[in-house]
């Protein structure tokens, strides 16, 4: 042995290989162990590689969603914008509309108003020619009386029940009819009603009587004093004029419950007692027509004394009040009316 290795502590040389071996025997262990775990180290790696990808892939998703969302938001707000335009618009169309319906209606009310001005005024037409028939036919029955009754000739003496039964209107209607037949207020102080209503039911009664074959004058006489009694009826009872009218003309024939309402019994019982206390020795069943209905408007008279005069009376109350403003605002329409007439007259034919 040489003399270089006589200093060599064998025994601790001998420890200090064994444990080097014993190293060496480890790393190998530990070299095996981490061959072994590789694949598993390499299945990580590749998990996160995968999972750097997939969150790179959901980074670029989540933009795409925010560029989406975007444009998404900026349609939204386009169409609001286009929504809020549209609703401006629709406002403005919809006030348009609106204003068009309103002005249309305002038309069209007045275009109603006017015609039923024009057709009062031609009512009114109809009711003059109505009441100049009737009292030509009152007149018919007396006409070769003429010269009896004091006048020039067969034609004056027929045109006077006219103008007798017009002097009636005027001094009710405060109206006078004029040669060509219109109507001319005359200022003067008056009853109030309405002229067509008026003479119509004048002609009525007057018509009526003529038919049943009392005497022109008589006819004449009983048609004045009917249509009078029936305006102060109707002012009594505050009732309808026309009303009042049509119960009249419907007992003047004979209808007697048209007539109770006024207190007036026309019935034949009562018919008779009325001839007995006339002193007229007759029966009822035995009268001709002229004369039941003489006889009914005596009853109707003397059953209706109470309301003698009563629209003069309390002409300045208010419900005839508002009757004569009711009448007076139909005039004025019918004043309106007939200045269209000729216009009306002109369109009809076509």
Do not use: C
């Not at 275009?111 to 031609?122: I, R, Y």
């Amino acid at each position: 042995m040489p003399a270089s290795f006589s200093s060599i502590n064998l025994s601790k040389l001998s420890t200090a290989l064994g444990k080097a071996g014993l190293k060496t025997t480890g790393l190998r262990k530990v070299k095996e162990e981490a061959q072994k775990t590789q694949p598993a180290i390499e299945k990580v790696s590749n998990a996160l590689k995968g999972l750097g990808s997939a969150l790179n892939a959901i980074h670029g998703a989540s933009q795409k969603l925010d560029g989406f969302i975007h444009k998404v938001t900026q349609k939204i707000s386009n169409f609001k914008n286009h929504t809020d335009r549209a609703e401006k618009s629709t406002s403005k169309f919809a006030s348009t509309v609106g204003m068009l319906y309103a002005r249309f209606w305002l038309l069209k009310r007045a275009l109603e108003k006017v015609w039923g001005n024009v057709k009062s005024a031609m009512g009114y037409i109809e009711t003059l020619n109505y009441f100049n028939k009737a009292f030509k036919q009152v007149a018919t029955e007396s006409i070769s009386s003429w010269a009896d009754a004091g006048y020039e000739s067969a034609e004056a003496y027929a045109d006077s029940f006219q103008k007798r039964a017009s002097q009636l209107t005027t001094k009710l209607t405060g109206f006078a009819i004029d040669s060509t037949g219109a109507l001319q207020s005359t200022g003067k102080i008056s009853l109030g009603l309405n002229p067509t209503d008026t003479m119509n039911y004048q002609a009525m009664f007057g018509q009526m009587a003529s038919s049943m074959g009392v005497a022109s004058e008589n006819a004449l006489v009983l048609s004045n004093v009917l249509t009078e009694l029936g305006a102060d009826l109707a002012s009594v009872k505050n009732l309808d004029f026309n009303d009042v009218w049509k119960d009249m003309a419907s007992g003047l024939v004979g209808m007697s419950r048209t007539l109770d309402k006024y207190g007036a019994n026309i019935r034949n019982v009562n018919l008779q007692n009325k001839l007995n206390e006339l002193g007229i020795d007759a029966m009822v069943s035995k009268l001709n027509q002229q004369d039941k209905a003489l006889l009914r408007t005596i009853i109707l008279l003397d059953s209706t004394r109470y309301a003698w005069g009563d629209l003069s009376q309390t002409l300045s109350q208010p419900a005839n009040q508002i009757r004569m403003l009711t009448n007076n605002l139909k005039m004025l329409g019918q004043m309106i009316g007939s200045l269209f007439l000729p216009v009306v007259a002109k369109i009809l034919p076509y």
